[in-house]
């Protein structure tokens, strides 16, 4: 089983931009579909994005489609959220998940196997 670290959060003007990486241990990154979720002080945790083992498949939440981008680097063991025109309502804990499951259910379920520890990302308005 994978362990997922994130980094890459802070503090940003809205309208700004930060790219949040998840990098993990192990040997099988390749074989995991991977994502993003957010929970926000006071809510629940929530889907952001989400990307295929191979990186061929990618989906959003319908509130960052088109200011967000979801990438992974296989050789790096590595996924990366870039954040762009970032809004006060994207304050929130970001957490980095993978699962072997079929990357439809993680979108849908909202479960993955492993989480990372998250980091956190504040938008000042």
């Known amino acids: 089983q994978v362990q997922l670290v994130e980094s890459g959060g802070g503090l940003v003007q809205a309208g700004g931009s930060l790219r949040l990486s998840c990098a993990a241990s192990?040997?099988?990154?390749?074989?995991?579909?991977m994502a993003w979720f957010r929970q926000a002080p006071g809510k629940q945790r929530e889907f952001v994005a989400a990307?295929?083992?191979?990186?061929?498949?990618?989906y959003y939440r319908e509130s960052v489609n088109g200011r967000f981008t979801i990438a992974r680097d296989n050789a790096k063991n590595t996924m990366y959220l870039q954040m762009n025109s970032l809004k006060p309502e994207d304050t929130a804990v970001y957490y980095c998940?993978?699962?072997?499951?079929?990357?439809?259910?993680?979108?849908?379920?909202?479960?993955?196997?492993?989480w990372g520890q998250g980091t956190l990302v504040t938008v000042s308005g």
């Open positions: 990307i295929s083992s191979s990186g061929a498949s990618t």
């Open positions: 998940g993978a699962d072997r499951s079929d990357v439809t259910n993680v979108v849908t379920s909202g479960y993955v196997e492993v």
């Open positions: 192990g040997r099988t990154f390749s074989s995991y579909n």
